[in-house]
């Protein structure tokens, strides 16, 4: 598991598509807000989200299996139980980086994944290490 400024640094300026499996459209959800600030930091936000056509202004996919182009980063905010199915998934569209957000665990998930060849970050966000290592605009 990644837990290196230095490796969190890499895979942050390294990886612009980032797929957020269970992206709500609504702007109070920490998920939103995490989008929010990718998209400004440059990002390539592509919302995983079958209950819903669109998020912020992009379209939404039901599944990683939908999207169209690659995925470097797969950030989930779905509980611990849905992680080892998402790393599947992950994995059969050819992810690098499966990244759960806070209080997301799952040590099955990230032995699928890393099992792969992905790099797995677990219990942390995007946006507090984004801000934290890099900084918007960088």
């Not at 490796?7 to 612009?16: A, T, V, Y």
């Not at 998920?31 to 440059?42: E, F, H, T």
């Amino acid at each position: 598991m990644i837990n290196s400024d230095d490796q969190l640094r890499s895979i942050l300026s390294g990886s612009k598509n980032v797929a957020i499996v269970g992206l709500s459209p609504k702007p109070d959800r920490d998920s939103n807000r995490v989008a929010a600030y990718l998209i400004a930091a440059g990002y390539n936000v592509i919302p995983i989200n079958p209950a819903v056509d669109e998020v912020l202004g992009l379209k939404s996919y039901a599944s990683l299996e939908d999207v169209p182009i690659p995925i470097g980063i797969v950030d989930v905010f779905r509980r611990a139980e849905y992680i080892p199915d998402i790393a599947r998934s992950a994995v059969a569209v050819g992810a690098k980086v499966l990244w759960t957000q806070l209080g997301i665990v799952s040590e099955e998930g990230a032995e699928i994944a890393s099992a792969a060849g992905l790099q797995v970050v677990m219990d942390r966000c995007t946006l507090i290490e984004h801000r934290r290592l890099i900084g918007v605009g960088s």
